[in-house]
C-alpha cells in the first residue's frame, strides 16, 4: 500500500492560481487527481503514467498541467481557476498500467485523504 498526502489547497477567486502537491510513500506506476463535490460522483482531473505520458478532463485542459518528480511526488498547477473548480481534490495512486489506461476511479488502489479547493467568483 502506498501512503498519499495532498497540500496545497485553499480559498482563491475566480482567475487565480492554486498549487496541488502529493507526496507519495513509495514510486508508484499511475497517479492521478480526482475531484469531488458533495453528492457529486468523484471525477478524474488528470493523470500520469510512469512515461510521463498526460491524460486531462476536457474541462481543465490549458488551464491545469500535471506533473510528477523523481521523488515520487505529483503536482497539479491550477490558472484561471473558475468556480466551477470548486471541490475536494484527492490525489491517487496505482501500480497498474491500465488505471492510467480507463482513468476510472475505481481501478486506482490508494487515495490520499483530499485538500479542498474553493473558487469564490
Known amino acids: 500500500q502506498v501512503q498519499l498526502a495532498e497540500s496545497g489547497g485553499g480559498s482563491v477567486q475566480a482567475g487565480g492560481s492554486l498549487r496541488l502537491s502529493c507526496a507519495s510513500s513509495a514510486w508508484t506506476g499511475c497517479m492521478a487527481w480526482f475531484r469531488q463535490v458533495p453528492g457529486s460522483e468523484r471525477e478524474g482531473v488528470a493523470r500520469?503514467?510512469?512515461?510521463?505520458?498526460r491524460w486531462y478532463k476536457d474541462s481543465v485542459k490549458g488551464r491545469f498541467t500535471i506533473s510528477r518528480d523523481n521523488a515520487k511526488n505529483i503536482f497539479l498547477q491550477m490558472n484561471n481557476l473558475k468556480p466551477s473548480d470548486t471541490a475536494i481534490y484527492f490525489c491517487a495512486a496505482d501500480p497498474r498500467p491500465y488505471s492510467c489506461v480507463s482513468g476510472l476511479s475505481g481501478s486506482f488502489r490508494d487515495w490520499g485523504q483530499g485538500t479542498q479547493v474553493t473558487v469564490s467568483s
Open positions: 500520469i503514467d510512469i512515461n510521463g505520458g
